[in-house]
């Protein structure tokens, strides 16, 4: 049992150091190149009297080890460690430490894995330690849902395979240095790519995730907007599918029906292919519409213009309306009332807002 | 023999009686004109989403239609199809939402009137909802399969009761506006009184939107009503005062359960500018009578006719 309240570690100067010199020492996300050092998560012999710096306070190994894989705890206990205080917290309510948004919201607790903070609920997105089946899938962990099952822990710098760039001139080794997996995630028939930071002075339509800058900032929503380098696909939506299979699929499958004579009379919302404004003997989304609004989920262009209604190229998938970690919504839902301020946006989308809200972004039935 | 009758008569008369049929001015819940859709269910706020579709059909990995059936439907749907969809809520399962399938129980008079039991299978009391083929229209060359999304707009409307802008006929010209203002507006708890023809103030519309499937039976031409009298065909939107074959007299007088009528311009029923439409005589989804009529007094047709006419 684990609690969500936040742990103030005695050494936060020290993680902040790490955090600090990592920032400036790799591109893109920690835990890959650079970054990846093996003591923080392994230990050679299940003890740790004191740290490689010769702290005594900053050893740490689980009391139940020794673990497999030379760990030195278990796998979520042991990544909280880091990701439930200070700046990169993933889990429940925020740090105060915290100077970075969190895009993908917040993380809880399966009943009886942990206790979660005040509004975070196990139903309210993915919950660490759960043992269900995904819904709209077969995948389930029977050690209950780890941060692993989505993130590689040891990084996927260079394993991202972008489309053919042809901005890339050198070849292989740029791609060690300049594209990433976004966020370190498991990919499946491709990952999810991006460009780490602004390292190309700006969007990369190859990539999967235009990452605007790499500041202390750069997990937050205003920071992250999504390219479309293919329009017959997602690669988050490829990616969530994973698990969530029945949520995922082209026009006409039989999970999601729908066709493509007027991408229309689906079973299933589509994540793919389907832009804003495609339904034009239905009118069941509309640019314009997408244009009037002021706060707006986030949705992915070919083009990387992402606001207005002149671009036919604008097409919803699993994160415009979900927290891919989850927040104090249903679902990891994001109520965003399109007639809000972009400033007024939260981890659950606007103060007030309900679901109805988030679809009213697209429709034009109702507000 | 007569004293039975008297008793009879006496049950009539002791039928729940509406205030403000008997002749008090309510106060209108909203202003005239634009009827009270902002506060109708399934429209601006109230249309919520997931009231009627389903995202990924599943709730913690359980089929999210009301049947219980497993399987997607289309437009994602939580039916098979829409009027199954409206239904699911609609027959009478949730006592705060008004029942359009007959027997009805949440209130003794439904503006509306109720949907024969049995879809699809034909029936001469009111509209056939849902019939396995398409039905001509009376006083149309036109045929339809009624469903309910044929008359209310599924995603709301300006109209009255989320009516089509557009209906299904061919007969109307552009957008026809149904207005109809409430005394209380609807809460989502208090359907009793909210969907009952004591709550309304009809004031215009209804004749031109039943116009449009039933075209021969509205309108001043020589097909339809006639332009003038002797009418071909009962007149609507013809105020009952002043009207040579009507008693404006007797309508104006103690009548109980007085008939709905359009009052356009003030908002007193019984006064100058009351005037009859469709609703006066007849139920829009159906009725315990034939043709969907409205027996004033609960025996007789001729009652509805006398309170005008008093022949």
Redesign the interface.
């Known amino acids: 049992m684990l609690s969500a309240t936040k742990i103030l570690l005695g050494s936060i100067p020290a993680m902040a150091l790490i955090m600090g010199v990592s920032a400036v020492s790799t591109t893109g996300d920690y835990h890959h190149g650079a970054s990846l050092k093996c003591s923080q998560c392994h230990t050679m012999h299940y003890s740790a009297t004191h740290s490689y710096s010769g702290s005594p306070s900053s050893g740490y190994v689980g009391t139940t080890g020794p673990y497999t894989y030379l760990l030195q705890g278990e796998i979520n206990e042991l990544c909280l460690r880091c990701h439930n205080s200070g700046g990169k917290d993933v889990l429940g309510l925020g740090s105060t430490l915290q100077t970075n948004g969190r895009l993908a919201g917040a993380l809880n607790w399966a009943d009886g894995e942990g206790t979660n903070d005040p509004g975070y609920e196990h139903w309210m997105g993915h919950s660490l330690g759960s043992t ?2 995904a ?2 899938g077969t995948f389930s962990n029977p050690d209950g849902l780890s941060c692993t099952d989505c993130h590689h822990q040891h990084g996927y710098q260079g394993y991202g395979s972008p489309l053919v760039d042809p901005v890339v001139t050198g070849g292989i080794a740029d791609y060690w240095t300049k594209y990433g997996t976004y966020r370190n995630l498991i990919g499946n028939v491709r990952q999810i790519t991006y460009v780490a930071g602004n390292l190309e002075g700006g969007n990369n339509l190859f990539v999967d995730v235009y990452e605007v800058d790499d500041d202390v900032d750069h997990y937050s929503w205003n920071n992250v907007d999504y390219n479309e380098p293919a329009n017959t696909e997602s690669a988050y939506a490829d990616f969530c599918g994973m698990c ?1 299979s ?2 995922h699929g082209g026009i006409g499958d039989t ?1 999601t ?1 729908g066709n493509t004579a007027n991408n ?6 589509p994540t793919q292919e389907v832009n804003i404004g495609g339904q034009p003997s239905h009118g069941h989304t509309s640019l314009g519409k997408w244009d009037t609004n002021l706060a707006r989920v986030k949705v992915m262009s070919e083009t990387g213009d992402w606001t207005t209604a002149g671009n036919a190229t604008l097409t919803p998938s699993c994160f415009s ?1 979900h927290r891919s970690h989850g927040n104090m919504n249903p679902y990891g839902l994001i109520y965003m009332d399109r007639f809000a301020a972009t400033a007024d946006i939260t981890e659950e989308g606007i103060v007030g807002a ?3 809200n988030t ?1 009213s972004n697209c ?1 034009v ?3 | 023999m007569s004293a039975l009758l008297l008793a009879a008569l006496m049950a009539v008369l002791a039928a729940p009686q509406d205030p403000f049929r008997a002749g008090r001015a309510p106060r209108r819940a909203g202003g005239a004109g634009e009827g009270r859709a902002t506060e109708q269910a399934h429209h601006g706020e109230r249309l919520v989403c997931s009231d009627c579709h389903t995202v990924h059909n599943s709730r913690g990995g359980q089929p999210m239609r009301f049947d219980g059936v497993s399987m997607p439907a289309p437009v994602l749907l939580r039916e098979a199809n829409p009027t199954q969809l409206c239904l699911a809520c609609h027959s009478g399962s949730y006592p705060l939402i008004p029942d359009v399938l007959g027997p009805v129980s949440y209130t003794a008079d439904p503006a509306g009137g109720w949907f024969a039991q049995g879809l699809g299978l034909p029936n001469a009391h009111g509209h056939d909802l849902s019939p396995p083929s398409a039905l001509a229209a009376p006083g149309s060359t036109e045929s339809f399969t009624i469903e309910c999304a044929s008359c209310h707009d599924v995603h709301g409307s300006s109209n009255y009761r989320n009516l089509l802008l557009d209906p299904p006929g061919s007969a109307d010209d552009g957008d026809v506006r149904v207005v109809v203002d409430q005394i209380i507006a609807p809460n989502g708890a208090n359907a009793a009184q909210v969907y009952t023809p004591a709550n309304l103030l009809d004031r215009s519309g209804m004749g031109e939107f039943c116009n449009s499937c039933h075209d021969n039976f509205h309108g001043r031409s020589a097909s339809e009503e006639g332009a003038q009298r002797p009418w071909l065909r009962h007149p609507q939107e013809v105020a009952i005062a002043g009207a040579p074959h009507a008693d404006f007299g007797h309508w104006s007088g103690p009548i109980v359960n007085r008939v709905r009528v359009e009052t356009p311009t003030d908002d007193l029923v019984p006064s100058v500018d009351d005037r009859v439409s469709c609703l006066s005589c007849h139920k829009a989804h159906g009725s315990s009578r034939p043709d969907s009529l409205i027996y004033a007094d609960g025996l007789r047709r001729r009652s509805t006719c006398q309170q005008c006419h008093d022949q």
């Open positions: 269900d089946t819904p709209g969530h029945d949520f999970n029906g229309h009379e689906f079973l299933r919302h309306c309900a679901s109805y679809c429709h039935q109702g507000l």
